[in-house]
């Protein structure tokens, strides 16, 4: 719950929109490759929402007449609690809150929970977009990844989707264990022959603690390389791509219309609260800009402040500045080299850069600004890291 030091004094711009996260930590059971915060016990889940209750009751000063432009209930697997309880939270928010009448409304869910009738239940609770874990169409890659629905789920559950929300998002993963070029282009053919219109994509991290990690480790499971996980990223850039998608991020494609508004807007840098557990908020009060990010700990959460306060700062203009170099080159909408050369004492170092980054084919300059090329998404933060090096 926010604490005094995330007053309301210090929200966003008066009449400027705000996004909102939920974390909803609840999962079933780990996937071998996922390192998010996340419980597997679920006999917390009334008390959660409570606790949730109580904290967006204490968040009313930062929301009470806010215009709210997209909601996203990430987690954990927020499809594995009863609607009930979502509905619930939405409803109160629209109590404090202003929602906007195209408000985005988004939800992430695995196929095994979208059964029966809890997709009709979901949109009238007021859900519109649905995120989707499918993570593959291939059922040798849904064992490798230790996945719990099957390849038949996953077309089945699409499919139905398709009917009932106003948009739907499917996840996908390359680089599984074992994985071939060809089970990865199979399955970007399934997902446009499902005509799916936002799709994203993500190079499978390794990441450390996790099970996966362990496996590689004991000679049980091997992995592609970065040449060949590089090779199945350009793939899927070059095959949506021609088929009518959009490349507005890094991992994301999408038909025109149907990008993600909380996403976009949090790369953009614009004004989000986020609740639950390991949640995070960005706010900003004409040239002061606050990160806070709630403790990642259930119980901790469940018990309220101050156990449940995490960690805010104050950005500097330096870290301003990173965030701005990192977050535009991600969505690819134009970095300025006006504010480059300000940093470039000598004139020298950035034009350089600039030339070795085009020469690689990762970069084109149009009207004074920096774009990536589909090669170049795939270095994003090597070219970001390279620009913010610039002394000052």
Known sequence: ?????????????????????????????????????????????????????????????????????????????????????????????????????????????????LGGPAMRELRSAGVNRLSLGVQSFQQRKLSALGRRHSADDARRITGQALQVFDTLSVDLICGVPGESSAEWQKD?????????????????????????????????????????????????????????????????????GHHSRYNLACWMREPYLGFGPSAHSFVRKGRVEVRRANAGSLLRYLAGPPASSGIEETLTEEERFVEQVFLTLRINRGLDVGILRKRDKLGLNLQGMLERFHAKGWIVLEDGCIFLTGSGFLFADHIAGELISLEP
């Open 188 to 256: 970007l053919q399934d997902v446009m022959g499902l005509a799916v219109p936002h799709v994203s994509v993500y190079m499978l991290s390794v990441e450390p603690k996790t099970r996966l990690e362990r496996r590689i480790s004991r000679g049980l499971v091997t992995v592609p390389g970065e040449t060949v996980q590089a090779s199945m990223y350009s793939s899927a850039v070059a095959t949506l791509c021609s088929s009518g998608y959009r490349h507005y991020e890094v991992s994301n494609f999408a038909f025109p």
């Open 1 to 113: 719950m926010p604490d005094a030091r995330f007053s309301p004094d210090r929200v966003h711009e008066e009449g400027e929109p705000v996004s909102i996260y939920l974390h909803v930590p609840f999962c079933r059971t780990r996937c071998r490759y996922c390192d998010f915060f996340l419980v597997t016990r679920l006999d917390h889940v009334e008390s959660f929402f409570r606790a949730l209750s109580s904290e967006t009751l204490a968040s009313a000063p930062l929301l009470r007449g806010r215009r709210v432009k997209a909601v996203h209930i990430g987690g954990g697997t927020p499809s594995l609690v009863p609607v009930s309880f979502i509905s619930g939270w939405l409803d109160l928010l629209s109590t404090i809150g202003d929602f906007e009448p195209e408000a985005e409304i988004a939800l992430e869910a695995n196929p095994e929970d």
